[in-house]
């Protein structure tokens, strides 16, 4: 299970990207928009994540502005999505993911914060 607790004075938008072998030409799912309120949570997989992959990739970003990103680019919609790389949209923002290393763990909460 993949857990994010907004710890933020913010509503939160989350995204996050997964290994999906059935997507094609390249095996990453993209997902997105979970909104949490202030103190609140969302369960953005609710599988084993190590069952999955040892790596998975998120983004969020708060509605006065902040942000929590990282060095690996995408190009994701301002509207919910469930996406293979062989889909796009337009209108788009391009992105930097954090990657998160579950090292075996079939769980993560990640709580967003300052």
Known sequence: MLKFINGYSAKINV????LDNG????????TGWWVIE???SKVAYGGDLADVNR???W???ATDGRKWSGPFPENVPHS???WCPDVASSPSMNIGMRKLDVNGADDKVLR???
């Open 23 to 30: 997507c094609r030409p390249e095996p990453w799912r993209r």
């Open 55 to 57: 790596y998975w990739y």
């Open 59 to 61: 983004f969020a970003f």
């Open 38 to 40: 202030p103190g609140g």
């Open 112 to 114: 967003l914060v300052q």
């Open 80 to 82: 919910v999505f469930d």
């Open 15 to 18: 995204m996050i990207e997964r």
